[in-house]
């Protein structure tokens, strides 16, 4: 199981959430902490993070916009191979990321396409911890 | 069996004694060659040793919250429950850690506020 993490937001709040570290890099290095996000239709990261460090992009957005808590970003939709490190072990797995530009947001999306149709998730909100398991 | 004397020090902290020999003389050669500026102060070169390890310690979470809360609103690189670095934007925080070499375990954007958190629209 993996454990909710708890991030501040603001003065005095704290907030525990899902989250996993995606790494769109090979060596995995640099990751693009994650929400799990069952409300996303699919996969939204940083278009700016992704081209630091190094996935080539479309010139041109190639999807429709997404909006975002209230904020609109252009989609670079790629397929892309993804890696996240579970029980000690990266994972990988391919997928149709939109990478967004702007994206202002703390974390990506890990949503419904991309995500969720590779791994099985057992959700316990209760203790705050998560678990998932590659389809394969 | 030689004995250290000393002069009486204003302080009533436990102090201990370090003998340069062995693994501690071999870590200070190695430190030595690393801050020539200061090789030639042995005691200096201890000090810097600890402060060195000292930060490749994994920090506190109470620590780490506070550190992060500085940086609200501010792109955030982590490793080993340690602030590596912080940007206002996400390149920079890229770029510096390819520069030092650095791994990361975590990289985002401290919420400012629980309304700062992603949703997305239409499908929340």
């Known amino acids: ?136 | 069996m030689g004995r250290w004397y000393t002069r009486a020090v204003p302080t009533t902290r436990p102090r201990y004694q370090v003998t340069d020999t062995g693994r501690v003389g071999a870590l200070l050669d190695r430190a030595a060659a690393a801050w020539p500026d200061i090789a030639h102060d042995r005691k200096r070169l201890l000090l810097r040793l600890a402060e060195t390890g000292a930060e490749h310690l994994p920090q506190p979470a109470d620590d780490l919250d506070g550190t992060l809360r500085d940086h609200a609103g501010q792109w955030v690189a982590i490793r080993d429950g340690r602030l590596l670095v912080a940007a206002d934007d996400a390149t920079a925080v890229v770029t510096w850690l390819q520069e030092h070499g650095e791994r990361a375990e975590e990289l985002y954007r401290v919420p400012a506020s629980v309304e700062d958190l992603p949703a997305e629209h239409g499908l929340t």
């Open chain 1, 1 to 136: 199981m993996i454990a909710f993490r708890s991030v501040p937001a603001g003065r005095d709040a704290k907030v525990a959430l899902p989250l996993l570290d995606v790494y769109v890099d090979r060596a995995m290095t640099i990751p693009q902490t994650s929400l799990l996000d069952t409300g996303a239709r699919g996969v939204r990261l940083s278009a700016e993070i992704a081209r630091a460090v190094g996935v080539e992009l479309p010139a041109e957005p190639n999807a429709p916009d997404v909006i975002v808590g209230g904020v609109r970003s252009q989609v670079h939709l790629v397929s892309h191979r993804l890696s996240v490190e579970l029980d000690g072990r990266p994972v990988t797995w391919d997928a149709e990321v939109a990478f967004c530009a702007p994206w202002p947001h703390p974390f990506g999306l890990l949503g419904m396409t991309g995500f969720f149709d590779a791994f099985d998730l057992v959700l316990q909100g209760r203790d705050e911890r998560f678990a998932l398991t590659p389809r394969g």
